[in-house]
């Protein structure tokens, strides 16, 4: 399995999508945390970089490091706690792309393989149907390029690294992915996956709101 790279996160300034008293909405870059890792080196994370332009942003959810895309802050605690039940109950609507290696034979499908941490090669998961946690994502393709796919998924399950194991399952890895892609399929400037939509209930309003932002790749 490949290695993690170290920790050198982008400096781009923070794209912010739409902004309120209740909430805050970014598109994160690839390459950076979403909250601080272990150790000073990795305290870095666009929460201090929210948090320092927004000192009462909270944090709801996260993307993987080096996923890039929407990403949801709330500015007040009681936005937090609503934003948070959203996330919980699967009331959320997300929409990723991803370019993955070799070409999808089917158009469209679901992988419903349960998940869960693979302790000796930990951060890394696997699908283990014995123990592991209910996984569902729903996937589309969009396009084939030479010898790659670009899909849509819309992950029904919260899991960490679904969406990357999922697709490695249907024995098509993401490009790029620093944790399980090999060979040629690692050898891209980054990770392709990237959360293109994010559907929620305004925590102050209750009305349905969506964002937006395109895929960089």
């Known amino acids: 399995m490949s290695q993690i790279t170290p920790y050198d996160p982008?400096?781009?300034p923070l794209e912010i999508l739409h902004e309120d008293s209740d909430i805050i909405v970014l598109n994160k870059p690839s390459g950076l945390l979403s909250v601080p890792g272990r150790g000073d080196h990795m305290a870095d994370c666009l929460l201090s970089r929210v948090q320092a332009a927004f000192p009462d942003a909270l944090l709801v959810h996260r993307l993987?490091?080096?996923t890039s895309g929407i990403i949801v802050f709330a500015m007040t605690p009681h936005a937090q706690r609503n934003l948070s039940m959203q996330f919980e109950k699967r009331t959320t609507?997300?929409?990723y792309v991803a370019r993955v290696n070799g070409t999808v034979a089917e158009k469209t499908g679901t992988v419903d393989f349960p998940l869960i941490v693979d302790w000796p090669n930990r951060p890394l998961q696997k699908v283990c149907h014995e123990t592991g946690?209910?996984?569902v994502t729903d996937w589309r393709v969009l396009r084939y390029d030479d010898g790659e796919t670009r899909v849509r998924l819309t992950p029904k399950t919260g899991r960490s690294h679904q969406l990357r194991v999922h697709m490695l399952a249907l024995g098509h890895v993401m490009l790029g992915d620093p944790l399980y892609a090999t060979g040629e399929a690692l050898n891209h400037p980054r990770l392709m996956l990237h959360s293109e939509e994010l559907r929620i209930?305004?925590?102050?309003s209750g009305k349905g709101i969506s964002f937006r932002a395109k895929a960089p790749f």
Do not use: G, M, V, W
């Open 10 to 12: 982008p400096q781009d």
């Open 64 to 66: 993987d490091r080096d």
């Open 93 to 95: 609507k997300k929409t």
């Open 133 to 135: 946690k209910a996984a």
């Open 201 to 204: 209930k305004h925590p102050e």
